[in-house]
């Protein structure tokens, strides 16, 4: 007796609109930590990084901004993130506190080569959390990313459309 | 065995009457090798001959009684102790006695009620087999035979499709949809992910087969989950408006019909597992139960009617699809 052959053919689907097929994506969302600069002097210096944001989702107020952090305000935006969610943070790139010591052959934290490996943690650490469905719901994280500074005195809240 | 050299002793051999025509099936024994046995169902007769062969010509064998039972029995790893049986016939061959030659007996068990499939799972077993014993007054003479059993079905008379939207809200709605809701085990999968709404970075999606064996009863409940199968549906990114084709072939796995609540000891049950991947691999998923089932060699609706169904919802007709339901996941 010979096997039925299972009908196997797609199932209907509706014919794809030509603006959804060949317009702009709605995911788009670039993140890039760059150009490090270092202020102020002697011991009371530290780096700034810029944080360039462009993006078509419409949970971000602003389509395109521009901010400078330094490396305490993403271990604040972590440490707000981890209580605030249920997000499992990324880790940042480290603390280098060793590289803080003094008598040091080489410029410690401000060395070059430790900046530019930490730049790129840092992106790699922003990139991974704004695009998280969850992080993209907190106040902390849009303050971080589109607010001219970082007011630590803030009310966490959760955020819905801009 | 006997342990003492002194006294007679025998070996038991079960032939059954139909060993030649019956068809015998794989099944996989507890440490994962695979064997054959004779395939039954429910509702047939096992007959057969036992042969008791002295195993010292001229020497008598005292013994208590001969029998032959036929067993199903349900027998949980964690409880080795207890064999749950949930059927047990028994036919006497022999009077308690003396036996001065080799002899053969013969047995019927007629129309044998087999209502449950043979199973070796992860954490249970269920198992039918026949079980001759020779009585004695220090150790019995036994003898066992497994035997498997398929539990089949006929090709149910409502087997809606699965047609669900879900989604996290303003990042990624998809509604999607398969064919049926019971498949047999050779059965093909047919469906599709329709997207909504794409404003994460989807880097691929697949679709895999978890079979859950839940064993044990109120607080002592515990799941056993594997993934049979991991297939990919779909690599790269999609927007709003596109359709993805589901289509899998369910023959090259391994896999048992859906036994719910046996002899309320355990469950197997299977389920479809929808995950989407992004580029930071982050994995969003859809759990679906689907049921499966034997298909009998002989037991089959004509193809007109498969075809008649069939035909209501694929490409081509101008039939309109049902109403989706609302699930946010």
């Known amino acids: ?162 | 065995m006997s342990f003492f050299s002194f006294g007679q002793s025998a070996e038991i051999d079960i032939v059954l009457n139909d060993a030649e025509t019956r068809k015998k099936a794989e099944h996989k024994t507890e440490d994962g090798k695979k064997d054959k046995y004779f395939l039954f169902y429910d509702g047939e007769t096992v007959s057969g001959k036992v042969n008791v062969t002295l195993k010292t010509p001229g020497k008598r064998l005292e013994h208590q009684g001969f029998k032959i039972e036929f067993i199903g029995q349900i027998e949980l790893y964690y409880d080795r102790g207890n064999h749950h049986e949930f059927v047990s016939l028994v036919k006497d061959l022999a009077r308690p006695g003396e036996m001065a030659q080799s002899q053969t007996f013969d047995f019927e068990f007629t129309h044998v009620e087999k209502p449950y499939e043979s199973y070796t799972g992860q954490n249970v077993k269920l198992r039918y087999f026949l079980r001759a014993t020779v009585s004695r007054r220090l150790n019995d003479i036994c003898k066992e035979m497994d035997i498997v059993v398929h539990t089949l079905s006929t090709y149910p008379e409502l087997n809606s499709s699965i047609k669900m939207e879900v989604g996290i809200e303003d990042c990624l709605h998809i509604e999607f949809e398969y064919n049926k809701s019971k498949y047999h085990l050779k059965d093909v999968i047919v469906g599709k992910i329709y997207f909504l709404l794409v404003r994460i970075k989807i880097k691929h999606m697949e679709i895999d087969i978890i079979k859950r064996e839940t064993t044990g009863t109120g607080p002592n409940v515990y799941h056993e989950n594997d993934t049979i199968a991991k297939y990919e549906i779909m690599d790269g990114a999609p927007v709003r408006g596109e359709s993805i084709p589901i289509r899998l072939f369910l023959a090259g796995y391994e896999m048992t019909p859906t036994m719910r609540d046996i002899n309320k000891k355990f469950s197997v049950r299977y389920y479809l597992n929808l995950v989407l991947i992004d580029e930071e691999e982050r994995r969003y998923f859809k759990q679906q139960e689907i049921t499966l089932w034997r298909e009998g060699d002989v037991a089959r609706k004509s193809m007109s009617h498969q075809a008649a169904i069939a035909s209501q919802r694929f490409e081509g007709s101008e039939k309109t699809l049902p109403q989706a339901k609302e699930d946010s996941n």
């Open chain 1, 1 to 162: 007796m010979a096997e039925a052959i299972a009908d196997t053919r797609r199932l209907y689907t509706k014919p794809q609109n030509l603006n959804d097929a060949y317009g702009p994506p709605s995911n788009f969302l670039e993140i890039d930590v760059t150009n490090p600069e270092t202020v102020g002097v002697g011991r009371n210096r530290f780096t700034t990084y810029e944080i360039k944001l462009k993006t078509n989702l419409p949970i971000f107020k602003l389509k395109e901004s521009r901010v400078r952090r330094r490396y305490s305000d993403f271990e604040w935006l972590r440490g707000e993130l981890e209580r605030e969610s249920k997000v499992v943070v990324p880790p940042l790139p480290g603390k280098a506190l060793f590289r803080q010591l003094p008598f040091r052959g080489d410029d410690g934290i401000f060395d070059d080569s430790f900046i530019e490996e930490r730049r790129q943690g840092l992106e790699q650490f922003l990139n991974k959390v704004a695009g998280h469905p969850l992080a993209q719901n907190e106040r902390c994280l849009h303050m971080f990313l589109q607010d001219e500074s970082v007011d630590k005195n803030y009310t966490p809240s959760k955020i819905r459309q801009a």
